[in-house]
């Protein structure tokens, strides 16, 4: 049986040794310690959510979600970090993880909760239906992103 728990200061290598591995097979940027650094600076802002899925105590997932206040919708979520272990998944995991962060974005007075996703091709195509799945809805938006090279870590 899965369980979310959020990620306090006892928990939180465990995210960020979990977020280390998903970001390499990912292959994002990053290394332990900056990944670290970052984890916990969103950890601790108040409108900034981590929780971790725990199966029989052993945690094989993570989701972090952030927030955003826009004119246009208020307080929006996004779900920026989602990673269940290759060999825990298709078990309802991810889905756990997503309720009880959309229940936590509910909590916190957001508008929506908004997902980016970033692959490709037919895992693009998978990930979507997934996303779909659970309730999210395509918006038709792009997103462009410019990356500030002097920006600090």
Request: hydrophobic fraction near 45%.
């Amino acid at each position: 049986m899965t369980t979310v728990i959020p990620v306090d200061s006892e928990t939180s290598s465990s995210a960020i040794r979990l977020l280390v591995r998903f970001f390499a097979e990912e292959g994002f940027g990053g290394d332990q310690p900056t990944i670290a650094a970052r984890f916990e600076a969103l950890r601790r802002e108040p409108h900034h959510w981590a929780a971790l899925a725990l199966d029989e105590d052993m945690p094989v997932g993570v989701i972090t979600v952030t927030t955003n206040l826009y004119v246009e919708w208020g307080r929006m979520a996004e779900i920026a970090d989602l990673y269940v272990l290759p060999e825990h998944r298709r078990r309802g995991i991810a889905r756990a993880l997503i309720q009880a962060a959309v229940a936590w974005s509910r909590k916190d007075g957001c508008s929506g909760v908004a997902v980016i996703m970033t692959p490709e091709g037919e895992a693009a195509h998978g990930l979507s239906r997934f996303y779909e799945a659970q309730g999210f809805a395509r918006t038709g938006r792009i997103i462009s992103l410019m990356l500030l090279e002097d920006a600090p870590a």
